[in-house]
Every structure is written in structure tokens, then in C-alpha cells.
């Protein structure tokens, strides 16, 4: 008896989900096409928080620096006390790309009390990127496993711009 209950009520949950929420598995929007009325292509900068990413981050480094971004875009690598050679594989991806001046490394202080490691260190590249005296428009937030498809950053900031992202419609960073 209690079998079925179950089993009756898992069947409805998924006649649900897949007749009264519209296919939401399907991910319908996408990001493929750069949205209409860009009017400008503010500073941004990637903050990457990289803890013993050795094996990954080179090709994360080298996959942002070949965005076709308008905007001055700028990379700040938080080295999170890593005990491989993450900082210097940033630091060579850069380089063989001529772009070693749009990225800065981090070394990692040490975590305090009440911090977890991957947002102490996101803290700490957003402290750099907005102490400068013209901080970016734009923090990009990411891992330093990704790999961005080219493009990737136009569509983001032209989605920012469309109104697409109410909060960020007007143009404003959230800093």
C-alpha cells in the first residue's frame, strides 16, 4: 500500500513537470545570437579563484584572452596558496597568447576565521580589481576549469544590455 502511495505520487509529480511546466528541460534560451542595442562595451574584469589547477587553467586563461570582447577585458587570478605550478601555467598561457599584461597574479593570503576558501579567495581578486583608480564596470565571477566558447563575453554584456537582466539593464555593476 505504502509502495503505491509513493509510486502514485512520483508519477504525478512527472505528469507535472512534463505537461504543466512546458518542456523546461529543453532549455530554450540560449545565448547563441549577440541581442540587438548594444550601446557600449564597459570594463570588465575575470576574477578566478585557482587552488591546485595546474592541469586546467592554462587552457581557462587562454580561452578568455581569445574572447573577442570590444571592451577592455582584464584577468585577475587569485593563486590560492597552490602547491603546483597554477600561477606560473596562468602566467605562460598569457604569454604565448602576448597578453600577459591583461593578467594579474594573486597570491592567496592565508584563510581567516569565517571565510570559505573559494570566496576568500573571489574576495580577495575583487579587492584588487576594485582598487584601482578605474575599477571595471563588470566582474566576471568564474572557475578556473571553464573554457569559454568565443564570443562568450559579448553575449553576456549584450544580455546585461538588452534588459534581459533586469538588475543590470541600466548598465550598472553590482559591486
Given amino acids: 500500500m505504502t509502495n503505491d502511495l509513493i509510486a502514485s505520487m512520483v508519477l504525478a509529480i512527472w505528469l507535472y513537470l512534463l505537461a504543466g511546466r512546458g518542456g523546461f528541460w529543453l532549455a530554450r534560451q540560449r545565448d547563441d545570437a ?38 577592455e577585458f582584464a584577468i585577475i587570478l587569485v593563486d590560492d596558496q597552490s602547491r603546483d605550478a597554477t600561477a606560473q ?12 599584461d591583461r593578467l594579474t ?8 576565521g569565517g571565510w570559505t576558501g573559494k570566496l576568500w579567495a573571489q574576495h580577495q581578486g575583487v579587492e ?14 568564474t572557475d578556473a576549469d571553464i573554457v569559454y566558447a568565443p564570443g562568450a563575453l559579448s553575449r553576456l554584456m549584450a544580455r546585461a ?9 541600466d548598465g550598472e555593476a553590482p559591486l
Avoid: F, K
Fill in 161 to 169: 544590455q538588452s534588459g534581459h537582466c533586469p538588475d543590470l539593464a
Fill in 34 to 71: 549577440i541581442p540587438a542595442g548594444v550601446r557600449s562595451w564597459p570594463a570588465m574584469t575575470a576574477i578566478i579563484p585557482a587552488r591546485d589547477e595546474a592541469e586546467c587553467v592554462g587552457e581557462t586563461i587562454s580561452s578568455l584572452l581569445r574572447q573577442n570582447y570590444p571592451g
Fill in 128 to 141: 584588487v580589481a576594485t582598487a584601482v583608480p578605474h575599477p571595471p564596470t563588470y566582474l566576471l565571477l
Fill in 105 to 112: 597574479v594573486v597570491s592567496g593570503r592565508a584563510l581567516p
Fill in 89 to 100: 601555467v596562468a602566467r605562460d598561457a598569457a604569454a604565448a597568447l602576448g597578453a600577459a
